[in-house]
């Protein structure tokens, strides 16, 4: 799927961007990456989202949520990569009624995926307190629908949607 949208990406403008199939989990072959390329910063996207799996296959999404990024914030550090965006989630608030009014205040996450998020979050603080050239910005936001609506960039339309709002709840 993922190769898909970097093709369709051209359709839109985008140059042509390298494509390494590679699980952020193994870091002999994430290194393969680094070791190719001058890096300015990693904008990390690579973890699982659904909510439902998280709570049927909680070591699945620690592993590859958590560990994955522990592997990617040790090669960034290795390889001298010190800006850093991570895509967390609003999932961190858990099913708060009120807005927060402080990001770092209240966090209560109700399932393995918004855990695995919040548990990230505090790595990469706590790495860039002590690695002060290490930059790090923390998103949380949620896609509430889905992505593109042709299908071509970001989850397929065909496959189970796993949003907050169904697709055929839109049109």
Known sequence: MLRKNFAYSREYGWKKIPFYKVS???????????????????IHFAGKKAVGESVEKPLFYYENNFVGTLNLIELCLKYKVNNFIFSSSCTVYGNRDDKPKED???LFPINPYGRSKLFIEY???DTAKIQKDFKVA?????????????????????LKPINIIKRDTLS
């Open 104 to 106: 770092d205040k209240m």
């Open 123 to 125: 790595m990469l603080k």
């Open 24 to 42: 952020i989990v193994n870091k002999k072959d994430l290194e393969e990456v680094y070791k190719k390329h001058k890096f300015y910063a990693i």
């Open 138 to 158: 923390l998103l949380r936001y949620c896609n509430p629908v889905a992505a593109h609506p042709s299908g071509k960039i970001g989850e397929d339309p065909l």
